[in-house]
């Protein structure tokens, strides 16, 4: 089956610990993203990757780190500098990110801090 | 700037009634795509329908239906006979030329809920 898994599927981060959340797609997509939803809002986009080895800055990037070392993976990393990072995390792909291409997302990572 | 506003926060309704779902949206794009995404309980989302500023005709699949008006710039969307596995949050998305790498811009979601 084709598709995107997250894993895991809760994560708890202790204050000041880096925590690095799992993104794999086997869709043979070009494009990853990562957003954040916070309880009633929509979603916010973290990082985005167009290409292997290649990632540009979302519209809340601050805290946050990933790498593009294979077409299928593109991990996140919380960093200890993102104060509030409770929020659910969601991966998703797209064929290439040309104008208008549908997104296909993973089932989420919820981030809870101890 | 773009901009994706869904002023229904929750929608409440009883099994088998239709709703309705309003989305407005605001760019300076003459080629942009609409897209509707439903997010059940277990939170992954779901694509519903991908729509492009071009094509106004409306589209019904099964007890789905979507109104794309040019207009008034909105695209709403309509569940007919709804049942207790429509019951979700509902989000619209925006993407335009000038996001030229594929940038969604989701509105703040609708959540529906259908009583038995």
């Known amino acids: 089956d084709g598709g995107i898994t997250q894993s895991p599927k809760y994560l708890f981060r202790k204050e000041g610990q880096n925590v690095t959340l799992s993104c794999e797609q086997n869709?043979?997509?070009?494009?990853m993203y990562w957003y954040r939803q916070d309880p009633g809002q929509g979603l916010r986009l973290i990082y985005y990757?167009?290409?292997?080895?290649?990632?540009q800055k979302g519209d809340i990037a601050e805290g946050y780190s990933v790498s593009r070392e294979k077409k299928e993976s593109f991990p996140l990393t919380v960093t200890s500098a993102q104060k509030n990072p409770t929020a659910f995390y969601l991966c998703?792909?797209?064929?290439?990110?040309?104008?208008?291409?549908?997104?296909?997302f993973g089932p989420g990572t919820r981030l809870l801090v101890l | 700037a773009q901009k994706v506003t869904q002023a229904q926060t929750e929608i409440s309704v009883v099994e088998k009634e239709d709703v309705t779902l309003d989305c407005v949206y605001e760019?300076?794009?003459?080629?942009?795509?609409l897209f509707w995404y439903k997010q059940p309980p277990s939170g992954e989302l779901v694509f519903l329908i991908r729509?492009?500023?071009?094509?106004?005709q409306n589209e019904i699949s099964g007890r789905y239906s979507w109104n794309f008006q040019k207009s008034t710039s909105s695209f709403n969307f309509t569940i007919t006979a709804s049942q207790v596995v429509d019951s979700a949050v509902y989000f619209c998305?925006?993407?335009?030329?000038?996001?030229?790498?594929?940038?969604?811009?989701f509105g703040a979601g609708t959540q529906v809920v259908v009583t038995p």
């Open positions: 990757s167009q290409i292997v080895n290649d990632f």
């Open positions: 869709l043979n997509h070009d494009a």
């Open positions: 729509r492009n500023s071009f094509d106004e």
């Open positions: 760019t300076r794009d003459t080629t942009y795509y």
């Open positions: 998703a792909s797209s064929i290439d990110s040309a104008d208008g291409r549908s997104q296909y």
């Open positions: 998305a925006l993407s335009g030329a000038t996001d030229s790498w594929g940038k969604l811009q």
